[in-house]
T-cell receptor
Framework: DAGVIQSPRHEVTEMGQEVTLRCKPI?????LFWYRQTMMRGLELLIY????????DSGMPEDRFSAKMPNASFSTLKIQPSEPRDSAVYFC???????????FGPGTRLLVL | GENVEQHPSTLSVQEGDSAVIKCTYS??????FPWYKQELGKRPQLIID?????GEKKDQRIAVTLNKTAKHFSLHITETQPEDSAVYFC??????????FGAGTTVTVRA
């Protein structure tokens, strides 16, 4: 298995632009998580899905952030409009029901200028 | 929500010595406590976990202890090696899935 796949790996954009991050979970996993990692705030859970349904989005910072999971093999995290304080590494992770190990993707390093 | 505090923020040990990282949590309903290791520029990876019905768990050179009454848990690494140098995160969860992470401990093993 290729593991969790994220794209792009690096993204540089200007303030005000829309940013879309993509994630493909491990096949067969029915939980998907989006995390944000910064030096100041550490590793934060933004939202997680079970069977494509958002279960808890209490970590989503504000309305500029949105996440979708249209099918079991694809999820997006969108930031519109982006701001410099959104600069961070965004990780996607997945696990299966009954399993607890969250397998992280390689992350997307986002820089908003 | 759950609040996890982790200490120390940095830890430097001589190769072969032991390293101990401590975490406290706020929600008494938390029942799952994993530890993740993140090497520089890499993704976090689970190294060990413990549930609230167990007081201690060991896997080779790493062990985790849990004190439910005091709401704290610790990671112990014995006979440290250079490859143990990384950032270690503790986490707590009430349902196995919603993880609240500590701020991380940067461990440096000196040769």
């Amino acid at each position: 298995d290729a593991g969790v796949i994220q794209s792009p790996r690096h993204e540089v954009t200007e303030m005000g632009q829309e940013v879309t991050l993509r994630c493909k979970p491990i096949s067969g996993h029915d939980y998907l998580f989006w995390y944000r990692q910064t030096m100041m705030r550490g590793l934060e859970l933004l939202i997680y899905f079970n069977n494509n349904v958002p279960i808890d989005d209490s970590g989503m910072p504000e309305d500029r952030f949105s996440a979708k999971m249209p099918n079991a093999s694809f999820s997006t995290l969108k930031i519109q409009p982006s701001e410099p304080r959104d600069s961070a590494v965004y990780f996607c992770a997945s696990t299966s029901w009954g399993g607890v190990t969250q397998y992280f993707g390689p992350g997307t390093r986002l820089l908003v200028l | 929500g759950e609040n996890v505090e982790q200490h120390p923020s940095t830890l430097s040990v001589q190769e072969g010595d032991s390293a101990v990282i401590k975490c406290t949590y706020s929600d008494s309903a938390s029942n799952y406590f994993p530890w993740y290791k993140q090497e520089l520029g890499k993704r976090p990876q689970l190294i060990i976990d413990i549930r609230s019905n167990v007081g201690e768990k060991k896997d080779q050179r790493i062990a985790v202890t849990l004190n439910k009454t005091a709401k704290h848990f610790s990671l112990h690494i014995t006979e440290t090696q250079p490859e143990d140098s990384a950032v270690y995160f503790c986490a707590a969860s009430i349902n196995d899935y919603k993880l609240s992470f500590g701020a991380g401990t940067t461990v440096t093993v000196r040769a």
